[in-house]
T-cell receptor, first 114, second 112 residues
Framework: DAGVIQSPRHEVTEMGQEVTLRCKPI?????LFWYRQTMMRGLELLIY????????DSGMPEDRFSAKMPNASFSTLKIQPSEPRDSAVYFC????????????FGAGTRLSVL | AQSVTQPDIHITVSEGASLELRCNYS??????LFWYVQSPGQGLQLLLK??????LVQGIKGFEAEFKRSQSSFNLRKPSVHWSDAAEYFC??????????FGKGTKLSVKP
């Protein structure tokens, strides 16, 4: 299996621009998670989906952030408008199901907002 | 509320020395516990997991961890560290809805 695939690996954009991060989970996995990692705050859970349905989005920083999972094989995290404080590494992870919580991580997207 | 504490932010050990990384958790029921490793510029990779049964679990790359319910701990160990083990290590506990609650991580440096 190819694992969790995230694109792009690196994104540099200017403040105010829209940013879209993409994730393809492992085939057959029912749960998908978006995390943000910074030096200051560590690894933060932003939102997660079970069977394409958002379960908990309490970690989403503010309305500028939105996430969708239109089908079992694709999810997006969108930031509009982006701000310099959004600069971070964003990880996507997928899990075979709710039971036992094992998550498999993608390589991440390093976002720089200038 | 569920939480994970990794008291050591940064640890340095000499190559060939033994290693123990500490992890304490707070969880009401029997926890699912995990250790992940993150190499620079990479995502998190699962090292090992505990669900039930034998409290000493073996993982990849020669790592092991011991679950101690009385101490609410799940410490990670390796008898002899290799330079390639330099990375950041995250302990996590499984939440009630399939999510994971991570600790802040411990960065491991290895001296030659």
């Amino acid at each position: 299996d190819a694992g969790v695939i995230q694109s792009p690996r690196h994104e540099v954009t200017e403040m105010g621009q829209e940013v879209t991060l993409r994730c393809k989970p492992i085939s057959g996995h029912n749960s998908l998670f978006w995390y943000r990692q910074t030096m200051m705050r560590g690894l933060e859970l932003l939102i997660y989906f079970n069977n394409n349905v958002p379960i908990d989005d309490s970690g989403m920083p503010e309305d500028r952030f939105s996430a969708k999972m239109p089908n079992a094989s694709f999810s997006t995290l969108k930031i509009q408008p982006s701000e310099p404080r959004d600069s971070a590494v964003y990880f996507c992870a997928s899990s075979p199901g709710v039971a036992k919580n094992i998550q498999y991580f993608g390589a991440g997207t390093r976002l720089s907002v200038l | 509320a569920q939480s994970v504490t990794q008291p050591d932010i940064h640890i340095t050990v000499s190559e060939g020395a033994s290693l123990e990384l500490r992890c304490n958790y707070s969880y009401g029921a029997t926890p699912y516990l995990f250790w992940y490793v993150q190499s620079p510029g990479q995502g998190l990779q699962l090292l090992l997991k505990y669900f039930s049964g034998d409290t000493l679990v073996q993982g990849i790359k020669g790592f092991e961890a011991e679950f101690k319910r009385s101490q609410s701990s799940f410490n990670l160990r390796k008898p002899s560290v290799h330079w390639s083990d330099a990375a950041e290590y995250f302990c996590a506990v499984g939440g009630s809805q399939g999510n994971l609650i991570f600790g802040k991580g411990t960065k491991l440096s290895v001296k030659p």
